[in-house]
Every structure is written in structure tokens, then in C-alpha cells.
């Protein structure tokens, strides 16, 4: 089984494009706030892309047999 | 010497037990199905005719063990057992097994299963459901010495990186086929939330009807359909068609095509990254400049927010440097002019350079005739403040002391 450590990326990515849309969906945005969110957003950007460099895929072989 | 005399059903069966040294398992029997009808959607009867010659099989079985559609004038092969059906006298082939034969016939109980299988809305499209996007797992069952398994994993490497791929060997044509694939359904199906892939591909390359006939099973297809992890089947070429494909969830081209359409395209999806990476800074950066506009009037007080938020953003921008990633450079220098934009409207720098602030009961003075003689101002300087007295304002008020 793989380590659990690694970020899950479809849900980063999701956070991601959540903290994008925050930024548009704000009127008056609060620049605090704004601040923390930027902040984590370029640090789910971060981590998404270095992801991205993983370039292995692993194949593993069920050794069950499937005939009946 | 008597003759043995024995009651009908004792006669019977012993005509039944002499009629099982046919050697029925090595023993197929080719004929034209005619009279062909299925009563209470259970028993099947049928004739099995020989063309040439005038004669009649009279073949029984279920609907349970009628694998395939058929149907009267179709050339098929039965596998089964002979037997006289004491209750009506007559003698009956007990039907185990049914495959029509040759591709005209395989072509036609191809259509018929199709028809039936759209009719009970095995293909509706309304049932099909989407792939996650971002696939962690992904089940792969094929042959590993099929062209197709070689050809999925090349392109899934091309795109995208980081996922475990099951896979489970599989025939892809040949008697155990349709049971192995069943059967690697099954498996998938059976394990855990945590260890179930996110989406099952079962594909092969191109074929004839006759190659193709794991993925024209109904068994195969309702794997498929029952599957509660969506499926990917890619069947050979653009223009092969099977069963399974319009079952599955999403229909592949291609074996390759089915590695495209699990996974996205790396270059793709960093663009994407990059894209909301640099419209939250913009969005930032306009807030930003807005707030700048008012700090400038206000002044004075706001100087320490600011101070915090230029903090803030020192502090992201050295996270950017260590992550060090050639698309970063282009936002860190966006920070830096932010950061400049903060330091310039920054009060403190003004004052640094030997300015000061007036203000009259906290708001700052732009304006010498708001002020009258004798009033008390804050004055606030680069390093500490004091209060004072107006003396004269524009050249009025008390005389100079020399």
C-alpha cells in the first residue's frame, strides 16, 4: 500500500480552485483574510506542481487467479 | 428364457441409463434451430435440423443457461445430454450449452443481445457516470501479453505520474475468457473503500466478431454494468464495437485512447495551476493598491497593519524561493513590487527622511487654514512625537520673538 503522507491531489486541487473562486466571489474582500488565502494558495500551487514532477506510475500484478 | 418385465418408468430409465455411454462431454451436435419459443420466460424448446438430411433433434434447456440470443434458421452448436422425458414419452437433448456458428449467425445473435440488453436500458446514457479527475488507482484488466496493456501504460506514463495501476491478467478471447473478466470484476468490486481504484479500464486490441466474443458476453456486460467502480472499455480500433463498450461508463476508442481518457495531461493541468496561481495574485495585488490609495490618506495609525501585512508577505515570498519552481519567479516578482508599492505609501519612510505628521485630535493637517493660533497639535516624527501650540498661521498671529 502506498504512504498515505503524499497529498491527495484531487482534493488540493480542489481547495485550490475553492481559494480561486473565493477571490472573485468576494466584493469587498477582507485583505486579512485575502493574505491567509493567498498564502495557501500558493502553497497548494506548490505542492500540486511538485507533484506534477512524479513521473512513475506503479503497476502492480493481482496474483489471484481469475478462472473459475 | 422369460422376458424381463418391467413397469414404463423402470423401461425408461433404463433407456436413460444406456443414453448416458453417449459420450456427451467430447460431443457437440451442428444444425439449423427451427421452432424456436421460450414459454413462462423460462423454458426454451427448439429443433435442431440437419439441412441436408431430414433430421430432427428436439433440444430443451432454460433461459438461465441460454448464454446467447438465438433464434429459428440461425446455424448453431449444442452441447448437451440426450434424454427421453418420461412424463410426455419423448426423447429430448437436455441442452447445457448453445453457440451460434459461423459469422452470419454470430452477427445476428449479436444484434438480437444488443437489442435486448438497449430495450432493458443497459446502455442508457442517463446511468453513465463521470471519471474522478484526479485517478489514484486505476484497475487495468487485460492481458499482459496483449499489445493494448503495453499500449495504455505508454501513454498513461506520457501523461501523467503517481498512479498505482492494478492489474489483473486476464484471456481476452478463448473459453476462460468471459469468466476471467467476470471474475476480475468481481475482485475489484469485492475490495475495501480504501483499496478500490478509482476507475477500472478493461480493454484489448481489434478483432472479429469471433475474437471479440468475451466482450459481447451478457455476462461480461452485466459485470460491467453492475460494477459500482465506473468503467473505461476500449475494444481495439475506432471502429470496433462490442457489447461492453456501450455498457461501460466511458467508451474508449482505443487502448491508448483509454489512457487518455482516465488520466489528465500533465502540461494540461500545470497550466491550470499556474493560471489560478496568478489570478489570485492579481486579485490580491488590485486589493492591495486599493487599500494603499486609502492607507495614504489615512496614515499614522494604519503604519503598523501595514508593517504586518508587508511581514506576511516576506514570509510567502521566502516559502516561493525555497519551493523554487521555474514558473514561480514570475509571481515572486510580482510580490516584490506589491512589497515596494507598501513600502512607498509606508508613513515611516516619509517621516525617516525628516518629515512629520500634524494632526488635531487624531486627523492629520494637509490644510494651515484649519488650524487657528493658540491650538494645540500632534506632531509625529520618525523617532517619537510632541504636542504644540500655533503661534501664527500663514504669517498671523503673535509676534515673532527675536
Known sequence: MPAKKKINFAKAFEELEEITQWFDSEENLDLDKGLKQFERGLELAGELKKKLSEVENKVESIKEKFAG | ?402
Open chain 2, 1 to 402: 428364457m422369460d422376458p424381463h418385465v418391467l413397469s414404463v418408468a423402470q423401461y425408461l430409465d433404463l433407456v436413460n441409463q444406456a443414453l448416458r455411454q453417449v459420450p456427451s462431454d467430447q460431443t457437440v451436435v451442428e444444425g439449423e434451430v427451427s421452432d424456436f419459443r421460450i414459454a413462462q420466460g423460462k423454458w426454451v424448446s427448439f429443433d435442431l435440423k440437419d439441412e441436408q438430411e431430414e433430421a430432427v433433434l428436439k433440444c430443451f434447456m432454460t433461459t438461465w443457461q441460454l448464454k446467447v440470443q438465438i433464434e429459428s434458421g440461425m446455424r448453431v452448436q449444442v452441447k448437451g445430454y440426450p434424454k427421453v422425458y418420461e412424463r410426455f414419452g419423448s426423447f429430448k437433448m437436455n441442452v447445457q450449452e448453445v453457440a451460434p456458428v459461423g459469422e452470419g449467425a454470430l452477427r445476428r445473435a449479436y444484434e438480437l443481445l444488443k437489442k435486448k440488453m438497449e430495450a432493458e436500458g443497459l446502455f442508457d446514457v442517463s446511468r453513465k457516470r463521470s471519471l474522478s479527475r484526479f485517478p489514484e488507482r486505476i484497475g487495468l484488466i487485460t492481458s499482459r501479453d496483449a499489445a493494448a496493456y503495453g499500449d495504455f501504460l505508454r501513454i498513461l506514463n506520457n501523461r501523467w505520474g503517481g498512479v498505482v495501476v492494478e492489474h489483473a491478467h486476464v484471456h481476452v478471447q478463448g473459453r476462460q475468457a468471459v469468466k476471467e473478466i467476470v471474475g476480475a470484476f468481481q475482485y475489484f468490486n469485492a475490495l475495501s473503500e480504501s483499496e478500490r481504484p478509482d476507475a477500472l479500464v478493461l480493454t484489448r486490441g481489434g478483432g472479429g466478431l469471433e475474437d471479440l466474443h468475451a466482450f459481447n458476453d451478457e455476462g461480461v456486460a452485466r459485470a460491467i454494468f453492475s460494477s459500482s467502480i465506473p468503467v473505461v472499455c476500449a475494444v481495439g480500433h475506432e471502429r470496433d464495437e462490442s457489447l461492453a463498450d456501450f455498457v461501460a461508463d466511458v467508451r474508449a476508442s482505443t487502448p491508448s485512447n483509454a489512457a487518455e481518457r482516465v488520466v489528465p495531461s500533465r502540461s494540461d493541468v500545470s497550466y491550470e495551476i499556474e493560471t489560478m496561481a496568478r489570478h489570485m495574485e492579481e486579485r490580491m495585488r488590485d486589493h492591495i493598491e486599493m487599500r494603499s490609495r486609502v492607507i495614504e490618506r489615512a496614515t499614522g495609525s494604519i503604519s503598523f497593519i501595514l508593517e504586518r501585512q508587508k511581514e506576511r508577505f516576506r514570509a510567502a515570498h521566502e516559502r516561493l524561493m525555497v519551493a523554487g519552481e521555474d514558473w514561480l519567479p514570475l509571481i515572486r516578482s510580482e510580490l516584490e513590487g506589491l512589497a515596494r508599492v507598501l513600502r512607498q505609501v509606508d508613513p515611516k519612510r516619509v517621516l525617516a527622511r525628516g518629515y512629520s505628521i500634524v494632526t488635531v485630535n487624531g486627523a492629520v493637517v494637509a490644510d494651515a487654514s484649519k488650524v487657528g493660533v493658540g491650538q494645540e497639535v500632534g506632531v509625529q516624527l520618525a523617532a517619537g512625537s510632541f504636542d504644540a501650540q500655533v503661534t501664527r498661521v500663514d504669517g498671523k498671529g503673535q509676534q515673532k520673538l527675536v
